[in-house]
């Protein structure tokens, strides 16, 4: 009795044992799970620098490859080009227009990065907006980009036809990536920046400079 009572206690333990370190595999993986979808991505995880130093290429190339690449996530506003001015270049900037967040329900669009920002889109009416400079550096050009984000706060539901006499800050989501009217903040809550999706456009420009530049002029330098 007693021999087979030992085997019974010792088959037992491992059997608790392996479920409980199944649970704690469990728990830690929904950890991880739970924090891919309820954290957004902080500075300090972000793995690429901003800014961002490039070789010294043709400014005109480097100019159209940031604006390509941020033409794929915003409408660009306005934009400065990177000038010769008496042997000196100048700072390059672009501006682009707010765009309102993209849905889980909208996978094919690269603004609300997988994970947080998609399910805060869903959940919540955001919008982002982006601001990058191109700052020559002696034998380098330092790409700083900064995407931010906001939260509605508008004094009803965009579209309610409740108290519609009351002036709206946007009408649609299209007017408001074209032409929004009043400041830039009028109605909404500053978030603060989106680092992922900084780290995505920054990863993607420097992957479109390293292909080089087909057509390079250093006289243009």
């Given at each position: 009795m ?56 043709d ?16 409408r ?10 008496d ?22 669009h ?5 994970g ?13 907006f ?60 500053p ?9 995505e ?21």
């Amino acid at each position: 009795m007693g021999p087979t009572w030992g085997v019974r206690s010792t088959m037992m333990l491992r059997i608790l044992f392996v479920v409980g370190f199944g649970f704690l595999i469990a728990v830690s993986g929904c950890a991880r799970i739970g924090e891919f979808w309820t954290q957004p991505a902080s500075e300090a995880m972000q793995s690429t620098p901003n800014p961002l130093p490039i070789p010294l290429e043709d400014r005109e190339w480097v100019m159209d490859e940031i604006s390509d690449e941020l033409d794929d996530y915003f409408r660009i506003a306005r934009e400065q080009r990177i000038r010769l001015v008496d042997s000196i270049m100048t700072e390059g900037w672009i501006e682009t227009h707010p765009r309102i967040g993209s849905t889980l329900l909208e996978p094919w669009h690269r603004d609300s990065q997988p994970g947080f920002e998609k399910l805060h889109a869903t959940m919540q009416t955001v919008r982002r907006f982006a601001k990058v400079r191109v700052v020559p550096s002696q034998d380098q050009f330092w790409i700083d980009v900064k995407v931010f984000k906001e939260l509605e706060d508008l004094p009803q539901p965009v579209g309610s036809t409740v108290g519609g006499s009351i002036s709206r800050y946007d009408n649609s989501i299209d007017q408001d990536e074209l032409y929004p009217s009043g400041p830039l903040n009028a109605g909404w809550i500053p978030l603060g920046r989106d680092f992922a999706l900084e780290q995505e456009i920054l990863q993607n420009i420097n992957a479109r400079i390293e292909k080089g530049c087909p057509n390079r002029d250093t006289s243009t330098h």
